[in-house]
């Protein structure tokens, strides 16, 4: 399981609280763009979708027609595509039995993957089905999606590192902030028309980032999207977002849930 920093609250306060101090600035554009407050929204259920209760989701993404997904845990990381109408699943790749898998993306015929703790990214190529290289990376590897250039990832802090795909180098990081405190624990990320959309680990809270400046725009609360009647002992936390940029349709899902929900957000 990755690691509970001693944070946590103080991350969760401050999805949840409705106001906050800013920090002092060096002007008042910038006092004042710090303690904007976000928009918050709830969500509506507009279909759902079985989802394997084995899988552990660590990344997840809709392209091609389909949604690719990959998982975690030790001796269980692979990714997956699965067609949403006939339900049929099909295993792509799987990771070493050392390897924790993480969050993915797809860009330019490749598909991305990173690793928890083994420092690499693992890139594949679609047509062939075959890995064509590895990348090297400090820290540990959460979450990751594409703006359809550059890659963006997360590592559990609240650093959002903008990646040059072809040699994985780090570009630019920037702090995501939330009425100007740093929001720690952001894992699955995907883009949506011009913004990144991350889970907060741990949290039923879905952070919607301006990835130029990585102030914190909305907050999308999902609370009691999987009913208690449908959670078992090994259900865990939500994570995952996928978007279907022909139709704006938005998928969220969690770890070992037994539900793919397709939700449109309402805001409050």
Not at 137 to 166: C, F, H, Q, V
Request: net charge negative; charged share 25%; proline share 3%.
């Amino acid at each position: 399981m990755k690691r509970i920093a001693l944070m946590l609250a103080t991350a969760l306060s401050l999805l949840s609280a409705c106001g906050g101090a800013s920090r002092t600035g060096s002007s008042a554009t910038t006092r004042a763009a710090e303690t904007t407050e976000p928009v918050y929204y709830t969500y509506r259920i507009r279909a759902t979708y079985p989802h394997a209760a084995t899988a552990y989701t660590q990344g997840l993404q809709y392209a091609d027609g389909a949604l690719w997904e990959g998982t975690g845990q030790y001796g269980a990381s692979v990714v997956q595509r699965t067609d949403l109408e006939t339900g049929k699943t099909e295993v792509l790749f799987r990771l070493p039995r050392t390897e924790f898998g993480e969050g993915i993306t797809l860009l330019d015929g490749k598909l991305y993957q990173l690793t928890w703790q083994s420092n690499t990214a693992h890139v594949y190529d679609l047509a062939t089905r075959k890995k064509i290289r590895d990348h090297r990376y400090a820290g540990e590897g959460w979450g990751l999606t594409t703006d359809g250039r550059k890659l963006y990832m997360t590592d559990g802090s609240a650093n959002l590192y903008t990646i040059e795909p072809e040699t994985f180098r780090r570009e630019r990081t920037t702090t995501v902030t939330l009425r100007g405190e740093p929001v720690e624990y952001l894992n699955e990320l995907e883009w949506i028309d011009g913004k990144i959309w991350a889970n907060v680990y741990t949290t039923d809270q879905i952070v919607i980032i301006d990835p130029a400046t990585g102030r914190v725009e909305g907050i999308v609360d999902l609370t009691g999207l999987l009913s208690a009647e449908e959670r078992t002992p090994q259900t865990d936390v939500l994570n995952g977002i996928a978007y279907d940029t022909a139709t704006g349709r938005i998928f969220v899902t969690g770890k070992n849930w037994s539900k793919l929900f397709e939700i449109e957000i309402v805001r409050r």
